[in-house]
């Protein structure tokens, strides 16, 4: 599975973007799937998932009521919904594609990434 992400770019805080990443493969509705995000010195961390159905999704606390995962299998596409934005949001962002149809919130149980698409939000 290739994963592109696609939809990041410079933003006001308190504005919204939408991510996507598109999957390559006619098996991407087997697949969980995740956005993660890494800011700069830190740590990538987990932002939110959703199942291989798109009826169970998972958020991170610092991104609940702000943050929406959604996925259209028959356009192989899963995308993050981002609203009222903060500057803490800035980081690049990664869609990933776990080994099954469930999902998880570590790194480690993710096989295939996107390159990344850089979210900035100005204060």
């Known amino acids: 599975v290739q994963l592109q992400a696609s939809g990041g770019g410079l933003v006001q805080a308190g504005g919204s973007l939408r991510l996507s990443c598109a999957a390559s493969?006619?098996?991407?509705?087997?697949?969980?799937m995740a956005w993660f995000r890494q800011a700069p010195r830190k740590e990538r961390e987990f932002v939110s998932a959703?199942?291989?159905?798109?009826?169970?999704?998972d958020y991170a606390d610092f991104v609940k009521g702000r943050f929406t995962i959604s996925r259209d299998n028959a356009k192989n596409t899963v995308y993050l919904q981002m609203s009222t934005l903060k500057p803490d949001d800035t980081a690049v962002y990664y869609c990933?594609?776990?080994?099954?149809?469930?999902?998880?919130?570590?790194?480690?149980?993710?096989?295939?990434w996107g390159q990344g698409t850089q979210v900035t939000v100005s204060s």
């Open positions: 990933a594609a776990a080994g099954s149809g469930h999902y998880y919130r570590t790194e480690n149980d993710y096989l295939y």
């Open positions: 493969g006619r098996t991407f509705s087997a697949y969980g």
């Open positions: 959703i199942n291989w159905s798109g009826r169970s999704t």
